[in-house]
């Protein structure tokens, strides 16, 4: 039932209650003795039908309101809305996991690089390259351990194989201005005169100041006799 028609129901109890006041009032001063009690038994009993109607339709009206205006909230999830939560969580538990392993991998190839990078400071060069190539196999994304080997390499005469894996170590990474400062020795060395006073000019690009070490480092002597390389120098910081 709606709330409209209840109050409606409402209306017609009172209406029908003060009838039966006015007709009770009526026939009460024209009836004497019986007629009179008849008529206040009357009167009586419709007071109590009234008031039961109008009882009924007030518990009606409560309780009509209460379910249109005091309606629970649905507090269930939206299942798409839930779903969507889980598998964004398990992407970033996943993201994060994979993070924590690869700065694990980085960290053990990191530390095995500088034990390879001490051994080839006191000497033993073909250990050095052991360690770079172990270090290279645990983290095969990390660039360093070929360009230290690359140098090994060239250290040890074998320009060809020192040509072929710097090329290796700068595509994988070529933000390394000493990666080209090498490069461009063992481009020299090889013919590519070229190609390496370009390696030279890249390595004073990302890091200007590296013209002093050039200058100083007498593996680069042979390239003096180049004009470019010259200009290079010239230009480079101070």
Not at 35 to 48: D, G, K, Q, T
């Amino acid at each position: 039932m709606s709330r409209d028609a209840v109050w409606n129901l409402v209306g017609i109890a009172s209406m029908v209650l003060l009838l039966a006041v006015a007709f009770m009032r009526r026939r009460g001063t024209s009836s004497e003795g019986t007629s009179a009690r008849r008529s206040l038994h009357e009167f009586r009993l419709l007071m109590v039908i009234t008031g039961v109607l109008a009882t009924a339709a007030t518990i009606i009206v409560i309780a009509v309101g209460r379910r249109t205006t005091d309606r629970p909230f649905d507090l269930s999830p939206d299942r798409s809305r839930l779903d969507s939560l889980k598998v964004q969580a398990t992407a970033e538990s996943l993201r994060d996991v994979l993070q924590a392993v690869e700065r694990s991998r980085r960290d053990s190839a990191n530390a095995i690089l500088l034990d390879g990078i001490n051994l080839a400071g006191r000497g033993p060069i073909m250990a050095a390259i052991e360690r770079y190539d172990e270090a290279f196999k645990i983290d095969s994304t990390f660039a360093a351990p070929l360009e230290y080997k690359g140098y090994a390499l060239f250290r040890l005469n074998r320009v060809d194989e020192a040509l072929e894996v710097m090329r290796t170590g700068l595509r994988m990474d070529g933000s390394n201005p000493w990666a080209h400062y090498n490069y461009a020795l063992a481009l020299w060395t090889s013919g590519d005169t070229t190609a390496a006073v370009q390696e030279v000019g890249t390595a004073l690009r990302q890091k200007c100041d590296l013209g002093v070490t050039i200058r100083e480092d007498p593996q680069f002597r042979p390239f003096r006799k180049s004009v470019r390389f010259q200009a290079l120098l010239a230009a480079s910081c101070p």
